[in-house]
């Protein structure tokens, strides 16, 4: 019987977790695979190293996709460093939830994640695109949420915030 309280009392949790921070799909239900730590570095706008219980990890946000400013034999992108700054104020040395989706890693071996802010659930990757520092970058099968993405971009565009007032043919 304690068992079973503890498992409903932990699906709630995360139901009420999920509805708090806007999750849906997938990645938001239960079961889906979750790791938490500490970010030690900001690597650019879409990419962080995360230390968790198992050791420090590059992690890859799911869903979207910055302008490169750290590309070996690339130049640096319209609006690259500030995303990568304002990715810096989102998560620097914060404590972070990790949540997967189909795929644990991409082809470069880094983690890839839906990424929360600890202390208040902040969604960052819906964060970037919805302050327009970052576009959709769909890559199936790590597709949950694909359309609140495409939303929160579509209304950034219209709008005219971030790398869609700075930058030709942004998108």
Same mark, same amino acid.
């Given at each position: 019987m304690r068992s079973a309280l503890r498992h409903l009392l932990a699906a709630l949790a995360l139901a009420l977790c999920a509805a708090l921070c806007g999750c849906s799909g997938p990645a938001a239900e239960l079961g889906a695979a979750e790791d938490a730590g500490r970010v030690v570095r900001v690597v650019d706008g879409d990419t962080i190293r995360v230390a968790l219980a198992s050791g420090e990890e590059a992690v890859r946000y799911i869903g979207v996709?910055?302008?490169?400013s750290v590309k070996p034999g690339s130049p640096v992108e319209c609006f690259a460093k500030r995303?990568? !700054?304002?990715? %810096? #104020? &989102? =998560? !620097?040395? *914060?404590? /972070?939830? &990790? /949540?997967r989706d $189909? *795929?644990? #890693?991409?082809?470069? %071996? #880094? &983690? &890839? !994640?839906? /990424?929360?802010? !600890?202390r208040d659930g902040l969604f960052v990757n819906a964060e970037l695109l919805r302050r327009g520092y $970052?576009? /959709? $970058?769909?890559?199936?099968?790590? =597709?949950a949420h694909e359309r609140e993405f495409r939303r929160l971009a579509r209304a950034a565009r219209r709008s005219g915030r971030g790398l869609?007032?700075?930058?030709?043919?942004a998108g």
């Open positions: 996709d910055t302008p490169e995303a990568s !700054a304002f990715n %810096g #104020r &989102l =998560v !620097a040395g *914060e404590r /972070v939830r &990790l /949540v $189909a *795929e644990e #890693r991409d082809r470069y %071996g #880094r &983690l &890839l !994640a839906y /990424v929360y802010r !600890a $970052a576009t /959709v $970058a769909t890559f199936p099968p790590n =597709v869609w007032s700075q930058c030709v043919g």
